[in-house]
Structure formats: structure tokens, C-alpha cells
């Protein structure tokens, strides 16, 4: 069974940084699809940013675009979220979740086949 652990959350004022981390439990890691979502309180989960298989392909919901960025690094089996000039609405769990097809970078959390427990990133005026 495949398991993603996210770390790295935590507050920051308005403009601060902080950057999510992704650890995934599996082989085939290398072969999946990853992307980040993110649900605010009231709110359903939106997408933020995916990337391919081999990172060289990536996607990011407009809100996010010049200040987050997705990465990964296949050897360590990890996905990233570096996260500049945050704002109040930026305020959510943060959850990381693999698509075993490599290539879709889908931003339908229904396509996505596992989820990680999320992490809490709050941001303060």
C-alpha cells in the first residue's frame, strides 16, 4: 500500500515562505504523477500545483502562479512545495497526492489514486 507523509507545515506571517515536503512509500514512485491540493475551512479541496512523472512538466492553479513551486526528486521518493509571498487566503490543510498515470498532471482530485494526511499551513495578517 502506497503512503504519503507531508511535512513542513506550520504559521507564517503575510509574505513569509515555508516550503511542504512529500515522502511516498513506493517502488514505482518514479512512475507516478504528483500533485498538491489544498482545503481552507468551508471550502472544497482545490488543486494547487502537479508535476509528471520525471518533474519536467508541471501545472499551477492561477493563484498560485511566480509564488509556489512544485518539484521532486525521484532518488528520495519526495515531492515539494515551495511556497514564497504567502497571504491569509493561502490559509489550509495542505494535502500532497500521487496519479499513477505519469503523465495526466490532472487538477481532479478524483483522478488521483493516494493521499497523504495533509499538513496545516496557516497565515496571519
Known amino acids: 500500500q502506497v503512503q504519503l507523509v507531508e511535512s513542513g507545515g506550520g504559521s507564517v506571517q503575510a509574505g513569509g515562505s515555508l516550503r511542504l515536503s512529500c515522502k511516498v512509500s513506493a517502488r514505482t514512485f518514479g512512475l507516478y504523477a504528483m500533485g498538491w491540493f489544498r482545503q481552507a475551512p468551508g471550502k472544497e479541496r482545490e488543486f494547487v500545483a502537479a508535476l509528471n512523472w520525471n518533474g519536467h512538466h508541471t501545472k499551477y492553479t492561477d493563484s498560485v502562479k511566480g509564488r509556489f513551486t512544485i518539484a521532486r526528486d525521484n532518488r528520495e521518493n519526495t515531492v515539494y512545495l515551495r511556497m514564497n509571498s504567502l497571504g491569509p487566503e493561502d490559509t489550509a490543510v495542505y494535502y500532497c497526492?500521487?496519479?499513477?498515470?505519469?503523465?495526466?498532471?490532472?487538477?481532479?482530485?478524483?483522478?488521483?489514486?493516494?493521499w497523504g494526511q495533509g499538513t496545516q499551513v496557516t497565515v496571519s495578517s
Open positions: 497526492a500521487a496519479d499513477h498515470n505519469g503523465d495526466r498532471m490532472s487538477p481532479d482530485p478524483d483522478l488521483y489514486d493516494d
